[in-house]
């Protein structure tokens, strides 16, 4: 085919006619594990591949989750990574705050942990918190956490929330965007629906 395009721009080199034609590209090879990744590139990369989640470093899926969130109208803080008290990110919308806590793990999340979060939140002040995980959450955790006005979310549901937030960022918020929620269907996309 390079051969047909050297004919017809007169005896080109390769790079002439992938000028030419447009062909260029580069590719990037990113590492994951290092935490001063562009947001953009990580959100962007797990939209694609959430199933290697795991492999993003854990202190860059704290502040993932916390641009995620900003993209839904909240004020984000994220604290230290180290003595941050159990609160990983700080939510605030209007006069309420939610301490979040983030754990980017393969394991499922137990019942002391949310305990612990429990804990966190009443020393730091707060009255409603969030716990964000890659994986699943273990019976038990949710009683608790309904009690406490704790909301769980787990690996798929934070995947759907990324994949909106997504839509949100990338400048199509003028399409309601509860109607493209109507059109998942089980992880489907129905080609005719709109």
Sequence with gaps: MVENFRKI????????VECFFGLNGSLKNLDYNKSDLPLSEVRNYLVRNYENRFDVNPRLFEKLVADVYKDFGYDTIC???TNDGGIDVVLRNNNSTIGVQVKRSKNKIKLEQIRSLLGALIINGHKNGMFVCSSDFQKGTYAI???FSIELINGNRFYGQLKEAQIIRNKLSDIDVTAIRNLYYDDCYPMNSL
């Design 145 to 147: 956490a309904e009690r």
């Design 9 to 16: 721009l007169g005896g080109g080199s390769v790079a002439n």
């Design 79 to 81: 604290s230290g990574y």
